[in-house]
């Protein structure tokens, strides 16, 4: 009987230590649901607040341009006022049509000024040179590099109505754009028997050491074109216009060449800058009475 008894009260106090760690286990498995959906729900506080603030004050980003106000957009400015009234970074604007995730095609076009230095230098940049710009893929690139070259044509035309006479007409042609570049170019402009624009072509592109002009080939050129005079013209990138001895040798040389021919060459002209020891960008041989 008595063995019955430590048996019955064993058994009673096991069963008692079982209820009590059940009690135990399941109070810690309510506090920790009680946290868990307390986490919950403060992230969810969170995130709503986050989407408040968004409506109220979303990240600073560039405006599309359909976001702009309608006086304010490209376009409209030009029907409005005319393209004289657009900033050079709105024409690219127009002529991108689009920008790119993040930056409008105003940005884009500030982009590229700000990328080049200015918008000479734009114009005067290789396809390979406008696709190093995020966002300018070949397509834009070509055709923005057509869109420079038929600028400069057209600022041409004018002198296939009427005749180069003197080095201010020439420098108007070449001058701002042989300025831009960092190597030389020899280029020659092609006349008819009235002094007219016919045409005009590089014949060398290279460091200033080279001998750049070959009279043969210079005048293989004029002859095809059916030039009756040339004009040879070439850049110092250094900007100092004053003519090399090579500069003279190829004169000289140019002279016999065309005379040999019977093409007038009525000048050799040598593009550079404005500067305090030069009167002028450039130097006529003519004009200085070495022809």
Known sequence: MATMVGVEFKVGIGKSRFEKNEEEFLEIRIDSMQQFSKRMRDEENALQDCAEIDKIAPPPMSLRIKDLPEDERP???????????????????????????????????????QHFGSLRNLSRASVEE??????????????LAATFEFG??????????????????????????????????????????????????EVFRGTSNESFANPAEILRKALSHAAMAIILVHNHPSGDPS????????????????????IEFTDHMIIGSYSESANEPYFSFRESGLM
Not at 243 to 262: F, L, N, W
């Open 130 to 143: 406008l696709m190093t710009i995020n966002g300018i893929g070949p397509a834009k690139a070509t055709q």
């Open 75 to 113: 376009r409209e400015k030009i029907a409005e006022k005319g393209a004289s009234y657009l900033s050079d970074a709105e024409i690219l604007a127009v002529f991108f049509g689009s920008g790119t995730p993040g930056r409008s095609a105003v940005d884009l076009g500030r982009e590229m000024i």
């Open 243 to 262: 003519p090399s001895q090579a500069d003279h040798s190829v004169t000289k040389r140019m002279q016999s060449a065309c005379e040999a021919v019977g």
């Open 152 to 201: 400069r044509r057209l600022a041409r035309e004018p002198y296939r109505e009427e005749s180069i006479t003197c080095p201010e007409d020439v420098y108007a042609i070449m001058g701002p754009e042989m300025q831009s570049l960092d190597q030389e170019s020899v280029r020659i402009i092609m006349l008819n028997h009235r002094k007219r624009l016919i045409h005009i072509a």
